[in-house]
């Protein structure tokens, strides 16, 4: 053999090379199943929340040091409103919403929740959101968004968009002339909304203030208009204001609203309320309450409305029918709950009330008068022991000296008492033209003393005034039906007569 030298290669070279390439191997097989893991998830995770079609928005939490109260439930209930325009999509209305994280189970059914968290650092706004199944807990999606505090308007459309896309729904668009309202109007408009969604009677003041400094800010702000005049009509009836005082300038407010932007639909439902309430135009309400229906499927308080129309005119499975549509949708809501039973009573079915005036008084334990309606449908029903016990708890607490005093009188005279009722129906006669009167009210107690010519006295007076309970007056079991009289009341506004309710 020549002298060439041969090089002979390492046993373990050949080893190494192969323990490398298997780890190589087992990573890349755990980073695709993984991958796999995460895409199966995900895919998942889209097919479920593509079968949602009942979705509860929770309450965000503030989690900004020394927060405003108001900011959080107010940016929650916009995203809602901004939903209650996507079709095939059912949403827990605002009264239950804000109540559902303070119940106990069982709460009202939606398939799944979105529960956020707000912050605001500097200029800054950060939302970041969930969306869980309802029935088992799983995570269907999480989100967060990062915007110029200035932009919210901006901010809770595209967080709304987001959550459209999620379960695959169709949200309508905004008109593509309205820009977003100004920065400084959004705000204002937001904590009126908020103290409006309270439904506390003593915060509707501070709701129309802010409401109108939105309008200010910002002339063109149509939502803001539309709620003034909604916050404006339900001052006058929570008796804050006379009828012939402020309804004017709440018609003014809901047709600058419908002006600016005929296919808002808060704009037609605010133009609805005012036609029912104060100008008794059955045919122009019936078609705001229609279109804002369309515009609004999924808003409760349309539904609810609809049905105080078709409580207007005497067709009361028709109005129950909408108030069960609205039960559903908000199904915590007091005010909706006390509709359904003064349905029920209209209907003289005072039994099946009973459940519904429970839950308001349930629902709102502070509100007296929830409280003295139930003692009224107690007193409708027969359970006279009842309403008496209602009654004394109402004396006791201190609600009755929060009550009209009409509608105490007329409680304590159906249970035995009727001294006080017609000393305060005498008095009231002679009360000066600038007090707060509910005059059918006194049309009730006059009915409940059977001073017939006192009730159609009350009567007229109300229609003067253009009270705004008065278009549910002939459905009361205490309205004198059988008196000719009462047609012609009818006739004078312009509503079904006895025969064709």
């Known amino acids: 053999m020549s002298g060439a030298s041969v ?109 956020g968290t707000v912050s605001r650092t500097g200029d800054r706004l950060r939302i970041a959101l969930t969306m869980t199944r309802a029935s088992d807990g799983y995570r269907l999606w999480s989100a967060h968004f990062d915007r110029p505090a200035r932009d919210l308007a901006g901010a809770i459309e595209d967080i709304a968009a987001a959550i459209a896309r999620r379960v695959q729904v169709r949200m309508a668009p905004l008109p593509a ?18 103290l409006f969604d309270r439904a506390v009677p003593g915060d509707l003041d501070g709701a129309q203030q802010h409401l109108q400094q939105a ?14 005049s909604i916050v404006r009509e339900y001052r006058v009836a929570a008796g804050m204001a006379r009828p012939n005082q402020a309804m004017p300038a709440s018609r003014d407010a809901a047709e600058r609203a419908v002006a600016l932007d005929p296919q808002s639909g808060w704009a037609q439902l605010a133009l609805g309320i005012v036609n029912l309430q104060y100008d008794w135009d059955w045919a122009g309400a ?8 369309q515009s609004l499927p999924g808003s409760a308080l349309v539904h609810q409305w609809s049905g105080r129309w078709y409580q207007s005119q005497g067709r009361m499975n028709e109005a129950l029918a909408e108030t069960e549509r609205a039960l559903a949708l908000d199904p915590l ?6 509709d359904a039973a003064a349905q029920y009573v209209s209907l003289n079915q005072p039994d099946r009330a009973i459940p519904f005036a429970q839950k308001a008084v ?39 000296a929060k009550l009209p005093p009409a509608q105490w009188a007329s409680l304590e005279a159906r249970l035995g008492d009727p001294d006080d ?20 009210e006194y049309a009730r107690l006059a009915a409940v003393l059977e001073d017939w010519d006192r009730v159609f006295s009350w009567t007229e007076e109300a229609f003067g005034e253009r009270d705004l309970d008065l278009p549910y007056w002939p459905g009361s079991p205490l309205a004198p039906k059988s008196d000719p009289r009462f047609d012609a009341f009818l006739a004078q506004m312009n509503l079904p007569s006895t025969e064709t309710r």
């Open 7 to 115: 090089k002979i290669a390492s046993p373990t070279e050949p080893v190494v090379h192969s323990h490398r390439r298997l780890w190589v191997s087992i990573v890349s097989a755990l980073i695709t199943v993984v991958v796999l893991f995460w895409a199966s998830a995900s895919w998942r995770a889209r097919v479920a929340s593509a079968q949602i079609r009942s979705l509860a928005v929770l309450s965000f939490a503030d989690l900004t040091p020394q927060h405003d109260d108001w900011f959080a439930p107010a940016l929650t209930a916009e995203i809602v409103d901004r939903l209650a325009g996507a079709q095939d999509l059912q949403l827990i209305g605002h009264a239950s919403a804000l109540k559902l994280k303070s119940l106990p189970a069982p709460q009202p059914a939606a398939a799944a929740t979105i529960e």
């Open 177 to 194: 002339h309205r820009g977003q309202p100004s920065a400084e109007a959004y705000p204002e408009y937001l904590q009126g909304r908020y």
């Open 215 to 228: 309008t200010a800010a910002d002339p063109n702000f149509v939502a803001a208009w539309a709620w003034l």
């Open 286 to 293: 019936r078609q705001e309450f229609d279109r804002a229906a």
């Open 333 to 338: 809501s007091p005010s909706i709950s006390s």
């Open 362 to 400: 349930d629902f709102d334990p502070a509100d007296p008068a929830a409280r003295a309606r139930l003692a009224n449908v107690y007193w409708l029903a027969g359970q006279k022991d009842q309403a008496r016990q209602m009654v004394d708890a109402l004396r006791t607490s201190g609600g009755a």
């Open 421 to 440: 009722a017609r000393q305060l129906l005498d008095a009231a006669e002679d009360l000066p033209d600038d007090q707060l009167l509910p005059a059918v």
